[in-house]
């Protein structure tokens, strides 16, 4: 009897435990994130919100040439031309994901790295529909491109702010994982702001364990109210899969790209001129800013437009018009950013007094533009100085660096060497170069500077 007592008691203890489980489960999410719906079943389904939202999510599928994998005498063009062997290109053929951003121009977001070097760009619609893309520009640095597709019948996706996302917040992924075809993926916002991963240049992620696969990069990240808050851009994991670690480029950073894109077809970068770090708290006590948080200024390079504004050495900028800028990297994003000849508001510490101080943005003298896909693929350049100009006689475009391992690298090209002509094209700047790889040549006949004289150098 007393058995019997005690496991129906058990049982009524245990039934209270569930449905109080169940009712703590099913209570309502906070006031920014709007709850799932219900189905008629009455169970929270995500359903309508993605039926607004996933034609707006498109496949892409890029046709670009391959790298032949034979006798590196083949790679010799004077070796082909003496042999009389045909150029040969294999064509590649890969796929990856995309976001249509402003149905009435046609424009879709991607990754940098899912159309790089494409002979070819197609994307296909949730409804079946193949359409050719046309690539605007690509940015290497954020691996953010847009492409244009025709503008007939297209769903764009509603754009949120990513600047307002907290870490726990749902999100969710849809993409093309393994050209299976579009999928969607749940889980929540990781992490905020991570950066120092090597991944790009200019790193900002949103960090999600909503699960992102190959095929997954350029797709969209959500909200459970369907608005567009990231491009999904990388995973990290050692089996090159899904293990509950993927990033995704903010929406305002991937904006801020595509209007420069829009705009000039490329990026072209400010600077203020200053040598930054973080604000650790060894260095916030030692200056007595308690816990502030900001970008350090280390150094001012003379003549540029922060020593003109009046910024000083230990000065700590801990905002730019009104947004809050919490290290160093946060500061290098926002101006990398701004279009040179915009002007912007830093907020400035300064001992114990802060203060507002407008900055005009100028040119960034170093080129990022996407040289993948070409002979250059590898290369960082800038322009030339005056005073480079000068020494050797002409102007011309200076490789800063090359990628070990890279097209260029295998081509014998160098840092220091300085580009004067490009298939007999002067290259005086960045520009004028790019001119010479609007055909995208497959052999480009440099005509260098390096160590003072003079070299032909045939890159492919």
């Known amino acids: 009897m007393f058995d019997d007592a005690l496991r129906l008691r058990t049982t009524v203890f245990s039934a209270a435990v569930f449905a109080g489980a169940l009712l703590v489960s099913m209570s309502p999410l906070p006031a920014q994130q709007a709850g799932p719906a219900s189905s008629s079943t009455g169970l929270p389904t995500l359903a309508t919100m993605l039926e607004g939202v996933t034609p707006a999510v498109v496949n892409i599928a890029v046709i670009s040439r391959a790298p032949e994998q034979d006798n590196p005498l083949y790679s010799d063009p004077n070796f082909r031309r003496f042999f009389n062997l045909p150029e040969q290109q294999q064509a590649r053929m890969s796929a990856g994901s995309g976001v249509i951003v402003d149905a009435a121009k046609g424009y879709v977001l991607t990754n940098h790295h899912v159309v790089n070097g494409g002979m070819q760009i197609s994307v296909t619609l949730k409804d079946g529909r193949q359409l050719p893309a046309q690539l605007i520009g690509s940015d290497k640095e954020t691996d953010i491109a847009l492409v244009q597709i025709d503008n007939q019948n297209l769903t764009a996706i509603r754009i949120g702010d990513s600047e307002a996302l907290s870490v726990g917040d749902y999100v969710v992924a849809i993409g093309n994982p393994f050209g299976l075809g579009q999928t969607v993926t749940s889980g929540i916002v990781s992490a905020l702001g991570r950066s120092g991963l090597n991944i ?52 305002d950073m991937a904006l801020s790209v595509m209007k420069q894109l829009v705009a000039h077809g490329e990026i072209r970068r400010g600077k203020l001129g200053v040598g930054i770090q973080d604000l650790t708290p060894d260095i916030a006590e030692a200056l007595k800013l308690g816990d502030l948080r900001g970008a350090l200024i280390a150094s001012v390079e003379p003549g540029s437009p922060a020593a003109q504004a009046g910024l000083e050495t230990g000065d700590v900028i801990t905002a730019i018009d009104g947004h809050l800028i919490h290290s160093a990297t946060s500061l290098r994003n926002h101006i990398g950013l701004t279009p040179a ?47 480079e100009a000068g020494q050797f006689g002409i102007a011309g475009v200076v490789i800063e660096s090359v990628a070990s391992g890279s097209r260029a690298a295998r081509s014998g090209l160098q840092a220091g060497d300085v580009i004067v002509a490009a298939n007999r094209l002067p290259t005086s700047s960045v520009a004028d170069l790019r001119k010479a790889l609007a055909d995208k040549p497959a052999i480009l006949a440099l005509e260098l500077i390096r160590d003072g004289s003079p070299l032909l150098l045939m890159a492919r």
């Open 341 to 387: 000849g915009n002007r912007v508001n830093l907020t400035v510490k300064r001992g114990d007094s802060q203060r507002e101080i407008a900055v005009t943005v100028t040119a960034d003298d170093r080129s990022y533009s996407d040289l993948t896909g070409s002979p250059l693929d590898g290369v960082r350049l800038r322009e030339g100085s005056p005073e």
């Open 200 to 251: 790009e240049g200019y790193e900002d992620f949103i960090q999600t364990d909503a699960s992102i696969n190959p095929g997954n990069s350029g797709g969209a990240l959500v909200t459970l109210e369907g608005k567009l808050i990231g491009i999904n851009t990388a995973i990290l994991s050692p089996a090159g899969a899904n293990v509950g670690i993927g990033f995704a480029v903010p929406s």
